[in-house]
């Protein structure tokens, strides 16, 4: 019978060495690269497993699921990251749950976070997603739309932009992922210098548990890493 909490203790340890290393290959300190641990696969209980472990950096992919494992008792500690795309009629709901919203992909959806942060007296932190791959079935803004929207950020006063999120192109392996991730590393050093003063794109979410490793060396901040810590649990 497997030990589940050994089982993710043991795979978080891995990963976490995993993720030591690449930071080191590129000349950076271990704890510049933020591990998310993704949940979407798993019920509260290896959840809540994996927090005990000391991953409290969570990622859920759909609101529902974020906002229903948010409530469990056992998981109360825990820093919740929305990874998955979000629909606006979704946003008040997930929104006094979630410490991280890596997905914005339009103003519209912006607006609508800023208007439910006011309403629930709090800042949202999020992250634009940007669609470095060029595939059509993945959400993003453009390079050119991401250029467009910089003068409007500073309106939504109860919103923190953090920095920028993609997703490597699911064809092309780890050769195509590092172009797909140096494209957002480049783009977020080109618009640096057009950002209102009070935008600072900090943060880059970019590599999961089969290209974390390429993103790291391509300077990634934030990892979404779910498969590599549940290994072995079924």
């Known amino acids: ?23 080191e290959r590129a000349g950076r300190a271990a704890d510049s690269v933020q591990l998310v641990g993704v949940t979407k696969y798993v019920d509260a209980a290896a959840t809540a497993a994996l927090l005990a472990a000391g991953c409290r950096e969570l990622g859920e992919s ?20 929305l990874i998955g795309h979000l629909q606006r009629n979704k946003v008040r709901a997930t929104l006094p749950h979630v410490d991280l919203i890596h997905s914005v992909d339009s103003l519209r ?9 006011q309403e629930h007296g709090k800042r949202a932190r999020v992250l634009l997603e940007i669609n470095c791959s060029g595939d059509a ?11 467009s929207v910089l ?13 920028l999120m993609t997703m490597a192109a699911r064809q092309g392996g780890s050769q195509v992922a590092a172009q797909n991730f140096a494209a957002l590393r480049n783009l977020r050093d080109d618009v640096a210098r057009e950002c209102p003063p009070t935008v600072v794109l900090t943060e880059l979410s970019m590599g999961m548990s089969h290209d974390f490793e390429v993103a790291i060396r391509e300077g990634a901040s934030i990892v979404r890493i779910g498969s590599l810590l549940l290994e072995g649990l079924h």
């Open 151 to 163: 003068p409007d950020l500073p309106d939504y006063k109860s919103v923190e932009v953090c920095g």
């Open 62 to 81: 759909r609101p529902q699921q974020l906002c229903a494992k948010a409530v469990e008792p056992g998981l109360s500690s825990a820093h919740w990251h």
């Open 1 to 23: 019978m497997v030990d589940t909490r050994k089982t993710i203790a043991d795979n978080l340890t891995r990963v976490r060495e995993q993720v030591a290393k690449a930071a």
């Open 137 to 147: 079935e993945k959400h993003g803004m453009t390079a050119d739309a991401l250029k």
């Open 109 to 117: 959806l912006l607006k609508a976070i800023d208007s439910s942060a």
